[in-house]
Every structure is written in C-alpha cells, then in structure tokens.
C-alpha cells in the first residue's frame, strides 16, 4: 500500500510540474462590453435594426467586429458580455417582457470568426426566450465552441500552461451565489488546478458614470476576498472606473460594444474600449498584471447605428479616457496614438 501511494505521489508531483512553465510567460487577454448581436423581437423586419444592417451586409459575420478583430485576434482569449438569445425558437419568447433580444442561431459565427473565444452570460436578457431558450443559446454557442459562463456554471481553459476560470453572474445571483463563491473559487483553484480566476459581473445602475458601493464595490471586492484575479463588470451601457485592490484589478463597467438594442444609441453610451490585461506568470503563479486601454466607439455612425465598434484617436480618445478617469481614484497613464493608454504594472504582491 506505502508502496501505490509512494507512486501515486510520483505521478501527481510529476503532472504539476509539467503544467509549470521553465520560464516566465506572458498571457494577453481581450475584454469588451455587452455584445447584443441581436435585435428586439418586433424589429427583425427594421432595415435600421441589428438583423436588418446584418442583411444590408451581406450576413457577413466578421462585419460586426471587423474593426475590433485586429485587437482580438493577436491575443491569447478574448472574453465579451452576451446580452442576447442565440436561437431560431422564436416561439419561446417571454412575453411578458418589453424587449426581446434574438439573434438568428447563427449569429454565433459573429463571434467565432471575430476570434471571440469566450461569453459571460449572466445578465438581464438571458432569460428573453425563458429557460429553454437560454439552454438553446448555450447549446449552438458549445457546438461552435465558444465558451460560456452563467452563475454556478464557470468554465476553463488554458494557455501557455496556466489554467483560467471564468464565473458570471448578474446583480440578483450576486447575493444567491454570494456565500457559494466563498468555497467555490478556492475549491476550483485547489481542486482543478487553476491559476487565475476571472470573475464576471453584470451590475449597477444604467447610465451611471460611477459605480456604487451597494453591490459594485461590494461583490467586486468580496469575489478578489475570496480569491478571484480580475474582476470584469458590464450592465451601465456607460464606460465606468477602474480600481486596485489587494493587488488585484477591477473593471466596473466596459459599457456597449456592438450592441443592438438601441438603433439609436443614446450618446452617452457611445464611448467604449477595448481593455487589454496583459498577465505574467513564473510557474504557473501570477506576477504581475498590466492594463492597455484602447479606445472605441460602440458606433461608426450617427444617429443612427451601424453596429461596428470603431477604434478613436485624437479627441474622441481623450473623452473615453476622461470618462474612466472620472471615476478612477488614481492618475490614469494618457492615451498614446498607436499604442492606447498603457498602465502602470500592477505586481501581484
């Protein structure tokens, strides 16, 4: 018996060195703000609507991140908010509801072929076409192998040796899995071997230009607590601040990115970014993170919108930079033409 777990020992001593890397390495991840490829049920037939400028285009998938694909394809993993339903069940539709954001099952190809590799789910909108819809949407986004993450379902994946987990929840989840992500991020840390934790969180109030305490700086602060890396935040439609706590960064909002609810998107709601985390590792622990803000707008044109995130320069720059700071607590590094706004390092103790 000594002698079975002697060896099982050997082996398992074996595997974790394989998973650590000899050498630092480095990990850039992607992450943009709600992706509603999709439009309100009553719209579909609207030229000005997602699905109708979709069809003005061709249907070509890569139209709608066109523009953002330079930034997401040169990364390791991009990760986005999906505020919508991908299915053809139309007859699913919750009625009950004002808004009905669908998109055609197929519009899952708008995020393969935009190198979106995974989605947080956990909003407002992923009940739409009710629970069988969701599972649906979930079920055509696994078959084209994007990944997905909703509540108590996290998922994983790996890069350059290092192992990922990403959880999403939305502000009333927040409080039922309050107490389960407690023993949850750890147990997953020990348990599966991960080494980095994202923690995705749809919260605070629209159109709000600062985050609050209530549940914002709560949760945020309670996930990195219990051992979360990075916390991302969407659901204002507005571009929020950014903070560091024990070592770690919090994203309070990303605001829109290619987002079909409003065929007239309020002005307010344009400013967007693509925020880049460049992570470092030395056997398979953290070193550091670094912030690369690029800046966007959610549109290329008004009033009306064509859907596609448009990277800005000059003074458009400058006003999505002004708007994070006014609600950061510390000095923001400026916007440099052709590189973003490269942060200070951020060592991880």
């Given amino acids: 018996m000594r002698r079975i777990i002697s060896f099982l020992l050997l082996i398992a001593s074996i595997a974790v060195l394989g998973r650590a890397q000899a050498e630092p390495v480095e990990i850039l991840l992607s992450l943009a703000g709600d992706c509603t490829i999709a439009a309100d049920e009553k719209t579909h037939n609207m030229p000005e609507s997602y699905i109708g400028v979709m069809e003005a285009n061709g249907n ?68 739409d076409y009710g629970p069988e819809g969701l599972e649906d949407c979930q079920n055509n986004l696994t078959a084209a192998g994007v990944q997905w993450a909703y509540n108590n379902k996290y998922f994983t994946f790996e890069r350059k040796g290092v192992k990922f987990a990403v959880f999403s929840f939305r502000r009333y989840y927040m409080e039922v899995y309050y107490k389960w992500l407690e023993e949850a991020i750890p147990r997953v840390k020990q348990e599966e071997n991960v080494d980095f934790v994202i923690v995705c969180l749809h919260h605070g109030e629209e159109y709000e230009v600062k985050h609050n305490d209530h549940d914002q700086t709560r949760f945020a602060h309670h996930a990195i607590d219990h051992g979360a890396d990075l916390v991302v935040g969407t659901h ?91 609600d950061t607590p510390f000095q923001l590094k400026p916007y440099i033409e052709g590189k973003g706004a490269v942060q200070d390092i951020i060592y991880a103790n």
């Fill in 60 to 127: 070509d998938y890569t139209y709608p991140l066109a523009l953002a694909i330079p930034f997401f394809s040169q990364d390791d993993y991009t990760l986005v908010n999906l505020e919508c339903v991908l299915t053809d069940r139309v007859r699913l539709r919750n009625t009950d509801l004002y808004l009905n954001f669908r998109g055609p099952a197929s519009y899952v190809n708008i995020l393969t072929q935009s190198s979106v590799e995974g989605v947080s789910m956990s909003n407002n909108h992923a009940l």
């Fill in 236 to 326: 204002p439609h507005v571009l929020q601040g950014i903070e560091v706590y024990k070592h770690r960064l919090i994203m309070y909002s990303l605001g829109n990115f290619t987002f079909g609810g409003n065929n007239r998107p309020y002005v307010e709601s344009i400013p967007t970014a693509v925020m880049q985390v460049n992570l470092t590792f030395e056997q398979n622990a953290l070193q550091s993170t670094q912030l690369t803000i690029h800046p966007f707008h959610a549109t290329g044109t008004q009033p009306y919108s064509n859907y596609q995130p448009t990277p800005v320069t000059g003074e458009a720059a400058q006003e999505v930079m002004a708007i994070i700071q006014n």
